[in-house]
């Protein structure tokens, strides 16, 4: 699963409780397919709701130890979720995003990032105030 997905999935199951999965013997390709289009199935389930990514966003950062400013900041929208932050996996997920740009972890980069995720979900059925996106 890519980072977006992840991402994804961190904002539009906030506050739902994990669902088990069975386990998955190591070298069965069966059943690691099997799993891949579960992996696909949740996805589009999880796009066909509607979250409102700002309310999930504020909860998560009152929640937090730490002041993290994700309305601007892509590295910290993603440590809100949880997530691994580090240039290794911004520029994982530039890549994912489409960025054409040097991947330096450059506020261009950064910014770029941010914006995409934004925009992306609120194509996948996330409510995203419109000064997130632009």
Not at 68 to 84: A, R
Not at 97 to 102: C, K, M, S, V
């Amino acid at each position: 699963m890519g980072i977006f997905s992840n991402i994804l999935n961190k904002i539009f199951h906030h506050g739902q409780a994990p669902t088990d999965s069975p386990a998955m013997p190591s070298g069965d390709a069966a059943a690691a397919a099997g799993a891949a289009a579960q992996n696909a199935a949740t996805a589009t389930a999880v796009a066909a709701q509607s979250v409102d990514v700002e309310a999930v966003m504020n909860d998560l950062a009152k929640k937090s130890t730490e002041k993290l400013n994700w309305q601007t900041s892509i590295v910290d929208l993603m440590k809100l979720l949880g997530l691994d932050s580090s240039l290794n996996a911004r520029k994982e997920l530039a890549t994912e995003l489409g960025y054409a740009g040097a991947k330096d972890g450059s506020a261009e980069m950064n910014i770029w990032l941010h914006k995409q995720v934004m925009t992306k979900l609120a194509e996948n059925g996330g409510k995203v105030p419109a000064e997130l996106r632009d």
